[in-house]
């Protein structure tokens, strides 16, 4: 058990709905990372987050938006889905913000977009 | 272009025999990852190295900074060793780049 939680486990949903996936860091991290994982395109780092601030940003479309709140948990949202939206999006956390530190992974949201 | 390359994309081994997986990548870098996923999905981080070398229990990770080269070996392999592992860079800035991953495979 990596410490992080991500909810939820699973989720299948419509073209051109919205989503939130939620993140808990683990206790005293104060970096989150969000990364896309899909079969054609491998793993891919979307955004970072450090004590509430933006700090990193990836390969994260327009449609997509993150925050990290006050107690740290951060969200991230998907909009307008589309097909190839479908993947396993991993949320970790670190302690350090710059250079990032070890990772601490949690164990994913698949999301499907039917 | 690829910022990060991985070998071999998959190996099968038998069990006992040692092995490498190689990552190399471009420019420089603040820090390198080796992950390991299984096939339930979950990711865990095995490494984080800067410099030199690093050892926990069978796995053993080096880095060459002048090389811009890193190596994950893997003595007395074991079946539960089968997964997939992934050799992920940290730029300044702390953008990340990912290998391709490395499938394998342990046969008893």
């Known amino acids: 058990d990596s410490g992080v939680t991500q909810t939820p486990k699973h989720l299948i949903t419509a073209t051109g709905q919205r989503v939130t996936l939620r993140c808990s860091p683990r206790s005293g991290d104060l970096s989150v990372y969000w990364y896309q994982q899909s079969l054609d395109q491998g793993l891919q780092f979307l955004i970072q987050?450090?004590?509430?601030?933006?700090?990193a940003k990836g390969n994260i479309l327009e449609r997509f938006s993150a925050q990290q709140f006050p107690d740290l948990h951060s969200e991230l949202n998907l909009s307008s889905l589309e097909l190839g939206d479908s993947a396993l999006y991993f949320c970790?956390?670190?302690?350090?913000?710059?250079?990032?530190?070890?990772?601490?992974f949690g164990e994913g949201s698949r999301l499907t977009v039917l | 272009k690829n910022e990060v390359e991985q070998s071999p994309q998959n190996l099968t081994a038998q069990e006992g025999e040692f092995i490498t997986i190689n990552c190399s990548y471009s420019v420089g870098i603040s820090a390198l990852h080796w992950l390991q996923q299984h096939p339930g999905g979950g990711i865990v981080s095995l490494f984080m190295l800067s410099s030199g070398k690093k050892k926990h229990g069978r796995l053993i990770a080096t880095i060459n900074i002048q090389e811009k080269h890193s190596s994950l070996h893997i003595t007395a392999s074991h079946p539960r060793d089968s997964a997939v592992y992934i050799c992920a860079v940290s730029f300044t800035g702390n953008q990340f780049y990912f290998g391709t991953g490395t499938s394998l495979t342990v046969i008893p």
């Open positions: 987050y450090y004590n509430g601030e933006e700090r």
């Open positions: 970790a956390s670190s302690v350090r913000g710059q250079p990032a530190g070890e990772l601490f």
